[in-house]
């Protein structure tokens, strides 16, 4: 599974990105996607995900109210809506995929987020 992160770029402190990821194969059949972010200096870390056919949402408390992840299966595609950005939101963002929900399996090669104060 190819997965392609895209929709990164810079931004002011308030304003809002949509990252995309858009998957080789079917998103339907993915138990497991999210979106981690590394930024420089530190260790990647969970941003949100969705799981299977139920749809469930799960965010770090730092994004928390702000960001919104979401998966269109017609388009194979994974969303990360991100709004209220703040500086501390600068990092690349990952896209990941899992066929279970016990492990991320594919991930994707990166977006870069930078938010300006």
């Known amino acids: 599974v190819q997965l392609q992160a895209s929709g990164g770029g810079s931004v002011q402190t308030g304003g809002s990105l949509r990252l995309s990821c858009a998957a080789s194969e079917r998103t339907e059949s993915m138990n497991l996607m999210g979106w981690f972010r590394q930024a420089p200096g530190k260790e990647r870390e969970f941003v949100a995900r969705i799981r299977g056919s139920s749809g469930t949402t799960s965010y770090a408390d730092s994004v928390k109210g702000r960001f919104t992840i979401s998966k269109d299966n017609a388009q194979n595609t994974l969303y990360l809506q991100m709004n209220s950005l703040k500086p501390e939101d600068t990092a690349v963002y990952y896209c990941?995929?899992?066929?279970?929900?016990?492990?991320?399996?594919?991930w994707g090669q990166g977006t870069q987020v930078t938010v300006s104060s």
């Open positions: 990941a995929a899992g066929a279970t929900i016990l492990a991320y399996n594919y």
